[in-house]
């Protein structure tokens, strides 16, 4: 990149110092392979206190898509569908890894920014308790339901793809519904570290393993090389998860990797101490943009912002800064996503703002 | 069914008395398997030469889903999916039958009654040229579309789901659109007969021949036992059609059964002159519940017709008649579809309107 | 085809009279479509007394390979397979309808002519239940079957593909290592009518209902136009099968049509007396072949017989009868299958000799 | 691990020390994702080089079955298998990753021991030309073929998943089998260092390039922390390659870790001096395990060994050393596999043979 800093996302750099060095640290140690070693034990044992959570089963993954494509096809029955947003990862963004397992995914309506009336930000990429209620009852209520796609689980993302969150209380309705209608309950939580470290949430980890049959951490996104660590709350792992990953060709056959980047971020509160910095750099952020009149696309609390920008201004941006290209917004303006992470820092944020 | 009469769909009874006199004669004749034999031959022949397309490369098979599940998985790459309007029979009413094969639909929003402009009819459940270019224009704009399903064909049927028709100028367009994006054009034809026969369209076999790449005639619905003709109308058929229908579970052993039926359908006429008795009684049909006030969902120029009832004269119908339930119009109203056929009587309307 | 008879396959004709003729008194009835209606209803309860299995659960297909593909994929879990002979129409030659579905076919060698010692006819097509033991002990046994695929069901023919049968006590056997691993047992019946009036087999369609969690009654080869009856013969059927049929694009619009077939074949015993006529034939016709010193590939006990013949002579018998391409011999024989059904007359043995 | 060695795999420890170090080099240094940065070309153009193969097109995956299967997914047409020897990865231990892709994987008989007659060590694994010519001009000449399982590609892995070697007269005439029936010959290179290392082996990277059609080298086991290179050797990788890998869920975010790792591993020839320790470790532990008159189960020219061991010996053992388990010899014995890799000591070996 001839440019000078990327803000195009939150996967820009390799791991924290922590993670490398403990790596480095191993030196010829040896493991046995496929998750089964004690590293990957003790990272799951972590994991499970964190989530205050004993009866969890915890394994790990190498990436994010490969995650939603393997635990959705875990929990759904050939014939079942899983519902999600229409702006979910799962539903616009994963180039039909879910269909390719044989999967429908069944879109909700993704709420839009009119019902934006509260502090804790945009609903946009969240779908409503209520919504899903209606759909999963009309389903079972028609006639022909034999003849189309069960739904078979629910898919939410938390922070979703806008970097919008769900409540406390949301989460709780949203639940409420899966429960009543026995579909197990998914959250991708690729950025999860990023929502629970918002200023503007009421929503814990403890709750998440609360209200959630199934879950995962992001470690790409969050300070990891590469990892997502999946929580099945309840239990409830399938029986034979080997063969499935495998299956999938998910499975890393030095597990162990993905174990020492797990235990390291889950050793004194790491994961959430490094995900804060990306909070308090995006609030950052968002400061100086107000104070350049910057308008936003929608009110993220998390560690994307989106905003909308001339095309001039872009492409005079472009030549030193590296952005994500959202959508166009109309003739002239272009909606931009701008992503700290866990290593941004004020120095990062002065030399965006002079090129903006 | 203790019910008197049935105009719950158009697939309640057997064939066409030339059909079953016909499979009767055969007597002990023998035939060889799998659609290699010569009555399939004939009855190809005669398709080809009522869509005046000596080119086209003509098949059977034995239903409707499995049809579109079959062609499309021969039109896409793995990689891609089919554009088709929400509400066509693949993206909702076949139970993830794409999905099984790894394909997503990739749903268009089908136009709404308000749109209902002209002497046509209804456009509910249609896509529009327009609708189609923005979404292919935009997939193929976006900087992401690598982490995105691809278009890799259209799905349009013809009468839709509800009944409704494209006019000659609307498949014109969107044929265009088609070719201008080397995208296939598909035509669901299950009720192709009750479409073409309309009072109120000015598309033909001919027409359709030359706008879509692959088509099929429905033969369920239209006076066949069972049956539909696929034609690839261009030819362009895959080399080795064989395995691929018969990994789709779809090769008939006794193939020239659907000769036989296809065969008699396309002979002096019949497909056509039987579908135009549908549209004659569903005109009668429509007058006589216009007597009587009825309301109308929308405007089907086909042989499905739509109407709202209190929910009262419906528990009085269902003792005698049998009808599919639509949708639930309000708290005390429903949405019931009414359907003629090809052996439909002006005695059964009576015995109907008697009911209602 | 010029040719003046055929003996390739026992699926070259239409159904049995009885049949054709109730389709035909059907007239104008209606019926409700996916296989609700009564018609099917009094068929599956035929057949369950025919079974003397009240327990049973029984549904209709149209064919073969789609029963077999869509049954296995009932039985197995995503990351199971089945096992089977290395020659059995699943394994072979249904095109990779199976692996469509996602599953792996896990092939045991079929026994060989070699262990021929009985009254019972080759074992050619068949697998023991020592083999199936010892292959299902060492997977379980091996420490990284983790890594490998689950057996997950038990697929056999009977009659095989080889037209050879399986014994009572064979039955028993296999039934009884499946029962140990707890792997449902699914027999094939393509060709059952013709096993179960064998001359030299002790087995009943009583005995198969027992010994088995599912099997098919095969119609297509035994008197049908098309279909096949699904038997779960302890219940067991899944909840949703509609949509599982459906997705596999194998739900028939007009089920009664398969309910009106079995129905006839069940009632008076005509599926079994129609059989014994292939079995009396085929004995006919091993007589006369073996009165021409003809050279028998292996000692079929049911309709299919395979002989080994002169490629010269071959070509002569080409011109005048249909016959099956088995395999070659040797550089100059070749071994073909004939194939006698519940249709073949003394006078089409007679036909056939004169041309042998 | 309580063992204070293992031999079990060429996996068990971290990656080389020059791959680590460069890692931590990095620090803060941003890159863009999914392969499309500027040290994944650097790594590619370094490998074409490697290969004397400019026109090659590179790609990097995360691990072997993902690898095996996205590459074949890539290679095959929706109703063709792959050919593989039946002790292959792909057809004995990816757990139905191949079927889950919907393709069935067609066994060849691995050539057994007894054809071990020469300098190479034995041929347990390896399919030869001769067989494939068989199977495939077979195939093509059955009549029946269109209902079979269509061979598309050919997989063959170098190492074996036993240790042994192809010959360079061996890939040749493989590669012309392949070139006569225009099947693309695939290599699974997983530890492809350790057979291009081999002291017994006339068969060079370049060698490779030129026969294959496309072939991957292996990471994980050499060197990596895991990773595999893909190479197209004519071009030829499929136009859309980010959304079928991502459909596979094989997507690595950071793309640009794969490239680091492959770019030292490419430099100043690194991978293959890496390579040969592997190898003369190996020989090393052959020459000590036959003074102390072990008994070999087979003679392999790379780094997997596999010897006899008596149960008493073994229990012994695994007190303090890691193995594989291969499988049982007799009722008194065991096959073990003991693996060397690119870290093993002469030190290591000695620990080993003084538990033995």
């Excluded at 990149?1 to 403990?22: C, E, G, V």
């Excluded at 044989?102 to 839009?112: D, I, M, Q, Y």
Aim: aromatic letters at 10%; one cysteine or more; hydrophobic letters at 40%.
């Amino acid at each position: 990149m001839a440019q000078i800093i990327s803000f195009s996302s939150d996967y820009t750099r390799n791991a924290h110092p922590a993670i490398l060095k403990r790596l480095l640290d191993m030196g010829m140690e040896q493991n046995v392979g496929y998750g089964s070693d004690d590293i990957c034990r003790s990272a799951a044992d972590k994991i499970k206190k964190a989530c205050e959570c004993p009866e969890a089963e915890v394994f790990f993954l190498v990436g994010g898509t490969q995650t939603n494509q393997t635990v959705i096809d875990m929990l759904l029955k050939p014939y079942e569908g899983v519902v999600a947003a229409q702006t979910g990862h799962v539903a616009a963004h994963e180039a039909g890894a879910i269909e390719f397992s044989g999967h429908k995914v069944l879109p909700l309506p993704a709420e839009g920014e009119e019902t934006n009336t509260d502090k804790y930000g945009s609903n946009i990429g969240k779908i409503s308790a209520k919504e899903l209620k209606d759909y999963v009852s009309n389903f079972f209520a028609d006639d022909n339901h034999e003849h189309m796609v069960f739904p078979g689980a629910v898919y939410i993302s938390h922070p979703t793809e806008y970097g919008t969150l769900y409540t406390q209380k949301e989460l709780e309705d949203i639940s409420a519904v899966c429960r009543e209608f026995n579909l197990p309950l998914f959250l991708d939580g690729a950025r999860l570290g990023y929502g629970l470290m918002s200023k503007r949430t009421d929503v814990t980890l403890k709750d998440i393993a609360e209200l959630t049959d199934v879950f995962y951490i992001g470690g790409t996104k969050v300070g990891a090389m590469f990892g997502e660590a999946v929580v099945f709350t309840k239990g409830g792992k399938p029986a034979h998860h080997i063969p499935i990953i495998k299956q999938h060709g998910a499975l890393l056959a030095k597990g162990w990797l993905l174990g020492v980047q797990f235990d390291t971020l889950f050793t004194d509160n790491l994961y959430l101490d490094i995900s804060r910095n990306a909070i308090d750099m995006a609030e950052l952020l968002k400061e100086r943009l107000q104070e350049k009149n910057y308008e936003f696309f929608l009110d993220s609390p998390t560690n994307q912002q989106f905003i909308i920008i001339s095309d001039d201004k872009l492409a005079e941006l472009e030549k030193n800064v590296g952005y994500s290209f959202w959508e166009k917004y109309d003739d002239t303006h272009t909606v931009i996503r701008l992503a700290t992470d866990w290593a941004t820092t004020r120095e990062n944020i002065d030399t965006l703002m002079k090129c903006l």
